[in-house]
């Protein structure tokens, strides 16, 4: 053992368990095991993969490490309706010309936090293809800001003017042909066309401003999409879209611009400072980097300051694989939450610039962490991540989240290769006989899967649903 967990106990579901004190007795257990699964199941293949992981990369400062404390420090609060100044919505069309690659207008950057409110505004939504929520990330807390997924949520934030009868409509939502989120909603006239083929002028744009109140003076923050939806098209052969879905569309990588030079809008105080930034939503071979899949307006007495990361600038690449495990106690549970535990690589990166652009990050280290993020029964256990084991006893009362740090995790392959992970569960009164449960292969019952860290876990003895797995559709 290379280190005895100690903050907490942590335990695992059982009920009315048999001592399993030989190797014939495990193996009538998993058996029974997979018999439940396939009856609980009855639709989806054993004859697959059980990674349901993207892998996709967040990306963080180099100060990402420290505890995150501090997300009570600030707010985020909606106000009432802005009407977009159409000379603000012209000038950005110069400046990030659709279809263009219009990098070379901005750098990888980072912000920090002015002495006073300021707030951002949507103004403009370019033809994106993918979905995505909009997160920024003040002194190390992450904050959702604005979420785009979930049409029900967001339906009314945006609004455009019909030009023929001068009525707002929402952008989408309604079951109007207004709904299309990609809509292009120039106010020139220029665009006319609607998702359903109808035509129609578009005069005005409003949008819900959102305000941060009281956030750290002169605390890093970035912003980063939060992509939920590819538009890709290209499939895994299982439930989601390739390619960037569950990737962090980041300022610190260079997927977003911020345009400083801003002809301040005519409907924003003379003592405010304006800044323009604009999004792309996705890092894939065949984007345009025209940065306007999202445009937002920032002002505020001062607003945040981008710093450019220069050449040598390190910024880390974070990817991570969340395992969801069953310890066996019982062999009618697939609750999946007996052990919920991150897994991650962090590569440590900086940019090339030629010409103005970034043309390769190069990587200066490499290290893997973990952290335990559930613990849902009652069962000690040895877990073992790569080359390391890690212990625990148990107590009856434990049922929370621990989020305990395992942080000299080595030989993990879970990115490129076999998952290394496993665990051996001691049963109950047993005296220190275990059971071994590893990473399933295609056919067997898995007792371990593999998801994207943002999948949240069960309540106890609640069944993860059936869609959770790939279920086979007829040709």
């Given at each position: 053992m290379m280190m005895v967990?100690?903050?907490s106990s942590m335990v695992a579901c059982t009920k009315n368990a048999d001592l399993f004190d030989s190797s014939a007795i495990e193996q009538n257990a998993k058996a029974t095991y997979a018999e439940n699964f396939t009856k609980k199941y009855p639709n989806v293949d054993l004859n697959q993969s059980w990674d349901f992981s993207t892998k996709q990369s967040d990306y963080r400062l180099g100060s990402g490490n420290k505890a995150r404390t501090r997300a009570g420090e600030g707010s985020i609060v909606n106000g009432s309706w802005y009407e977009v100044d159409n000379n603000t919505?012209?000038?950005?069309?110069e400046q990030l010309v659709e279809g263009e690659d219009n990098r070379s207008l901005g750098n990888p950057f980072y912000m920090t936090v002015p002495g006073?409110?300021?707030?951002?505004?949507?103004?403009?939504?370019?033809?994106?293809?993918?979905?995505?929520?909009?997160?920024?990330?003040?002194?190390?807390?992450?904050?959702?800001?604005?979420?785009?997924?979930?049409?029900?949520?967001?339906?009314?934030?945006?609004?455009?003017?019909?030009?023929?009868?001068?009525?707002?409509?929402?952008?989408h939502g309604g079951g109007q042909s207004w709904e299309n989120w990609n809509s292009l909603y120039n106010t020139d006239g220029s665009d006319k066309w609607l998702a359903d083929g109808s035509q129609n002028i578009?005069?005005?744009?409003?949008?819900?401003?959102?305000?941060?109140h009281d956030f750290p003076v002169g605390a890093n923050m970035y912003f980063y999409l939060d992509v939920t939806v590819s538009g890709s098209g290209d499939w895994d052969g299982k439930y989601h879209e390739m390619n960037n879905v569950g990737a962090h569309e980041s300022s610190l990588k260079g997927q977003m611009l911020a345009l400083q030079n801003v002809p301040r809008p005519a409907n924003i105080a003379e003592d405010n400072e304006v800044m323009i930034i604009g999004c792309e939503d996705a890092d894939l071979k065949d984007s345009d980097w025209d940065c306007n899949d999202v445009v937002f307006l920032v002002y505020g007495k001062t607003v945040p300051k981008p710093i450019k990361i220069e050449e040598g600038d390190e910024i880390e690449e974070v990817k991570t694989v969340r395992y969801m495990i069953e310890d066996l106690g019982a062999t009618d549970d697939f609750d999946f939450n007996d052990i919920v535990v991150d897994v991650t690589e962090i590569r440590t990166i900086y940019p090339t610039y030629t010409n103005g652009v970034v043309t390769k990050w190069t990587e200066t280290g490499k290290r893997q962490e973990a952290v335990i993020r559930h613990l849902g029964g009652r069962l000690p256990f040895i877990l073992k991540i790569g080359n390391k084991e890690y212990a625990a006893g148990g107590q009856d009362t434990f049922q929370t989240s621990p989020d305990l740090k395992l942080d000299d995790v080595t030989g993990w392959t879970g990115l490129t290769g076999?998952?290394?992970?496993?665990?051996?569960?001691?049963?109950?009164?047993?005296?220190?006989?275990?059971?071994?449960?590893?990473?399933p292969r295609a056919g067997e019952a898995p007792m371990i899967i593999a998801v994207d860290p943002s999948q949240a876990w069960m309540s106890e003895r609640q069944s993860v649903p059936e869609s959770w797995f790939y279920i086979p559709t007829e040709e």
């Open positions: 967990i100690a903050a919505l012209s000038w950005m069309h006073n409110d300021f707030t951002i505004i949507p103004i403009y939504q370019g033809q994106a293809g993918a979905m995505w929520n909009l997160h920024v990330v003040v002194d190390g807390v992450d904050y959702l800001v604005w979420e785009k997924s979930n049409s029900e949520i967001q339906k009314g934030d945006i609004q455009i003017k019909d030009g023929d009868s001068d009525e707002w409509h929402n952008l578009v005069t005005a744009v409003r949008s819900i401003p959102f305000t941060f076999v998952h290394n992970i496993s665990i051996q569960v001691q049963q109950k009164d047993n005296n220190g006989v275990y059971n071994n449960v590893k990473f």
